[in-house]
């Protein structure tokens, strides 16, 4: 499978919003994915996004999806102590999953 | 409750011997998968199964072997020929292993380190 790219590493302060970004392959992929991943964990279904819609709300995580780029981004509002983890995004190639490399969020007291 | 279970969570080999990771879920999902977690190298498929007795390999499926015998079963042994084992051992399950909104369940990982 082709690269789905992501930043390594954010830093944010409590309180503040994250945002998280993606960059995909596939222009055809029917899903995208977010995934959290606590520590010593396996991963966590997040939410994900149809490939015809732009954008999806879910209480605090905001998805926004750029297919003309093959961009995807999830913001997190209100970003507590709970939310450091590693987000990997995902995209399907050809039935099958294919991750990003992750980004470690870190949330600052 | 369902879901995956993987065991152990902890695992060390000597250099040269084979061992094996266990996959078990009780979802009555039709596929599994095996994936391979390197820090800053996100996650790699071994192999994957989409039904019982059949298999296919992944990107990086030298040194792994699997089997799936029964539906909710899916061992992963790593063997003496895979070079670099060290590192943290996922399996997921799905459905069906045509794209949807559900997307993978995923165990909780073994990590496996070579002494």
């Known amino acids: ?109 | 409750d369902g879901g995956i279970t993987q065991s152990p969570k902890y695992l060390f080999r000597k250099e040269g011997q084979n061992v094996t990771l266990s996959c078990e879920q009780n979802l009555n999902h039709d596929a599994m998968y095996w994936y391979r977690q390197d820090p800053g190298q996100g996650l790699r498929l071994i192999y994957y199964s989409q039904i019982v007795n059949d298999f296919q390999k992944g990107d990086i499926a030298e040194g792994y072997s699997v089997s799936r015998e029964k539906k909710e079963s899916f061992p992963l042994t790593v063997t003496s020929a895979q070079k670099n084992p060290t590192a943290f051992y996922l399996c997921a399950s799905s459905p069906d292993p045509r794209p949807a909104h559900y997307g993978y369940t995923f165990g909780s990982g073994t990590r496996l380190t070579v002494v």
């Not at chain 1, 954010?10 to 309180?15: A, I, K, N, T």
């Not at chain 1, 606590?38 to 879910?58: R, V």
Request: charged share 20%.
């Open chain 1, 1 to 109: 499978g082709e690269d789905v790219e992501q930043s390594l590493f954010l830093s944010v302060r409590e309180g503040d919003s994250s945002v998280i970004n993606c960059t995909y392959t596939d222009s055809s992929s029917t899903y995208l994915y977010w995934y959290k991943q606590e520590p010593g964990a396996g991963l966590q279904l997040l939410t994900y996004i149809f490939s015809n819609m732009d954008m999806k709300q879910d209480q605090r995580l905001t998805v926004l999806l750029n297919k003309k780029d093959k961009h995807l981004s999830l913001r997190i509002a209100d970003t507590q102590t709970g939310d450091s983890a590693i987000y990997f995004c995902a995209e399907i190639q050809v039935n099958q999953f294919y991750f990003g490399t992750g980004t470690s969020l870190t949330v600052i007291p």
